[in-house]
């Protein structure tokens, strides 16, 4: 089965650069998320999108954007990268009608700041 | 607000012994409840899933049952094998479009032959 992909898969930036990490999500999947987590830590969400708009933030820095696109594929846009922003990012996708709105996890992007 | 606690590890376990690990949520409403496993370096892959009361997940073994009285979704596997070594996350939605997941701390499970 098809799954969520996200390119790169590792990223190394140094501080004060910006990073683009991409997600696709799973065919037909309308609603993605976005989450950092770092070394052994949960996964935080950062932010959502449903059908092309934001639908929910979370703890994400003004450093950070992200959007959308008509093919539901969604860019993540860091700039001004510190340390503090090495982690692994995670996209997620679901589906609306999905009863238990379950979120489908790729495999992520490490990003490493020097 | 919404919140998962789960169980501190880590778990340490001979194979074929009997799992459990504790998950406890506060929520409004009838969220759905996840668990979720991270093998090292990988991303997390959704285990088993139940939306309302009494409701049983299962997956590969693993069983959790929605308790709404105790407000609990433990996870049980009868016989863990070495495979099973991983981190598992309890987690919690509202069941509304694009809301998050919310986490637990995450148990890491550790079975040696």
């Known amino acids: 089965a098809a799954g969520v992909i996200q390119s790169p898969r590792h990223l190394i930036k140094e501080k004060r650069e910006t990073a683009t990490l991409k997600c696709y999500p799973i065919p037909r999947h309308d609603t993605v998320y976005w989450y950092q987590q770092g070394p052994g830590q949960d996964p935080q969400f950062l932010i959502s999108?449903?059908?092309?708009?934001?639908?929910d933030k979370g703890s994400i820095p003004d450093r950070f954007s992200a959007q959308q696109f008509s093919d539901y594929h969604s860019e993540l846009n860091m700039s001004s990268l510190e340390l503090g922003d090495s982690a692994l990012y995670f996209c997620a996708s679901t589906i609306l009608r999905s009863p238990y709105y379950e979120q489908y996890f790729g495999p992520g992007t490490r990003l490493t700041v020097t | 607000g919404d919140s998962v606690t789960q169980m501190e590890g880590p778990v340490t376990l001979s194979e074929e012994a009997f799992l459990t690990i504790n998950c406890t949520y506060t929520?409004?409403?009838?969220?759905?409840l996840f668990w979720y496993v991270q093998y090292p370096g990988e991303g997390l892959q959704l285990l088993l899933k139940a939306t309302k009361a009494d409701d049983k997940g299962s997956n590969k073994g693993f069983e959790a049952t929605y308790r709404k009285e105790t407000t609990s979704f433990h996870l049980e596997k009868g016989s863990v094998q070495v495979s099973d070594s991983a981190v598992y996350f309890c987690?919690?939605?509202?069941?509304?479009?694009?809301?998050?997941?919310?986490f637990g701390k995450g148990t890491t499970l550790s079975v040696s032959s």
């Open positions: 999108f449903y059908e092309k708009m934001q639908s």
């Open positions: 929520a409004t409403g009838y969220p759905s």
């Open positions: 987690a919690l939605n509202r069941r509304q479009a694009g809301t998050a997941l919310i």
